[in-house]
């Protein structure tokens, strides 16, 4: 059985199927395995797990118990075993972390750049935020969680559908393609003559966030302080 560390982890690599036949001999590896490692989280690779049977899945429920406070990851997991995961509520009671489709920004048009990512368009009503190198994946899950559930409670934002990544393993979410956007700062250095025109729009979409009662839905934090202190910042200095 290959076996790695990673971080305070240790990482077991699943191969093909696990069934009856073979479930046995992966227990007693296991039990080889795990008290070696004890107080560590258990994290199964399973990019290359092709199938799982009942006797899998209660092999997997042995390992939590073993593990008590510890926690047990099972990532990259195909569409095809995270449906059996699902269907058995297994979701529920385990972590389990699908496998990230891979997309190709090769010749892709960049609609947008920022310090830590760029944007593609990848499809004729979709984009793809790709984050820079060292963005932590849970950072980006974030945001994308966070997109959704501002979508769900009424604020104008474009939905995200997808968390993929690249073949050099840069990861991204994408959205759907908001035609003839634009950040507000270009906006107006392009339509200076629509100044009062854009900031309406701009006042009413802040007066839109700030009216909606987010408590329902949990997960956003306050950025009081934060503006306050960028505010602060923009203040023009009293002349003596």
Do not use: C
Request: hydrophobic share 45%; no cysteine.
């Amino acid at each position: 059985m290959k076996t790695a560390r990673e971080n305070n982890a240790f990482i077991v690599f699943l191969e093909g199927e696990i069934n009856a036949q073979n479930v046995s001999v992966l227990q007693s590896e296991l039990e080889k395995i795990l008290p070696a490692n004890s107080g560590e989280d258990i994290i199964l690779e399973a990019k290359k797990l092709t199938y799982i049977s009942s006797a899998g899945l209660r092999l997997l429920l042995w390992i939590k118990k073993r593990l008590g406070n510890n926690n047990l990851i099972i990532r990259n997991v195909s569409k095809d075993i995270y449906d059996i995961f699902e269907m058995t509520k297994f979701t529920a009671l385990l972590q389990v972390e699908k496998a990230l489709r891979e997309i190709d920004v090769q010749g892709a048009q960049v609609v947008g750049k920022g310090r830590s990512s760029t944007v593609y368009r990848i499809g004729h009503e979709t984009i793809v935020k790709l984050y820079a190198a060292g963005v932590p994946l849970a950072k980006i899950k974030q945001e994308m969680d966070l997109a959704q559930k501002a979508f769900v409670i009424g604020i104008p934002t474009a939905i995200s559908y997808d968390l993929v990544k690249t073949a050099d393993d840069s990861y991204g979410v994408v959205f759907e393609m908001l035609d003839n956007a634009d950040t507000v700062g270009r906006t107006i250095t392009a339509h200076p003559e629509q100044f009062d025109d854009i900031m309406e729009k701009f006042v009413t979409v802040y007066k839109t966030m700030h009216d909606t009662d987010i408590k329902v839905m949990g997960g956003f934090a306050s950025l009081k302080d934060t503006w306050n202190k960028w505010a602060e910042g923009m203040e023009i200095p009293a002349s003596k």
